[in-house]
C-alpha cells in the first residue's frame, strides 16, 4: 500500500534527497542566525555563548 502512494505522490527516491536538503537548509539558517546574534549582542558573556553554539553549528554542517 505504502508503495501506491509513493508512486502516485512520486515520492519514489526523492524522500532521501528533500530530507537531506531540508536538514542543510536548516543547518544554514542555524549557522547565519547565530553569526547575526553575535553582532548585535552587547554583552561578552552572551557573545562567548553564542560563539560556542556557532562553532558547534559549523561542526555539525
Known amino acids: 500500500?505504502?508503495?501506491l502512494?509513493?508512486?502516485l505522490?512520486?515520492?519514489n527516491g526523492m524522500t532521501d534527497q528533500?530530507?537531506?536538503t531540508d536538514?542543510?537548509?536548516?543547518a544554514k539558517a542555524g549557522v547565519?542566525?547565530?553569526?547575526?546574534a553575535i553582532t548585535e549582542t552587547?554583552?561578552?558573556?552572551?557573545?562567548?555563548?553564542?560563539r560556542s553554539?556557532?562553532?558547534t553549528a559549523i561542526l555539525f554542517t
Open 9 to 11: 505522490a512520486e515520492m
Open 5 to 7: 502512494f509513493e508512486n
Open 18 to 20: 528533500v530530507v537531506a
Open 53 to 55: 553554539h556557532l562553532d
Open 1 to 3: 500500500m505504502n508503495y
Open 42 to 50: 552587547a554583552s561578552p558573556e552572551v557573545r562567548n555563548i553564542l
Open 32 to 36: 547565519k542566525d547565530l553569526a547575526v
Open 23 to 26: 536538514m542543510l537548509i536548516t
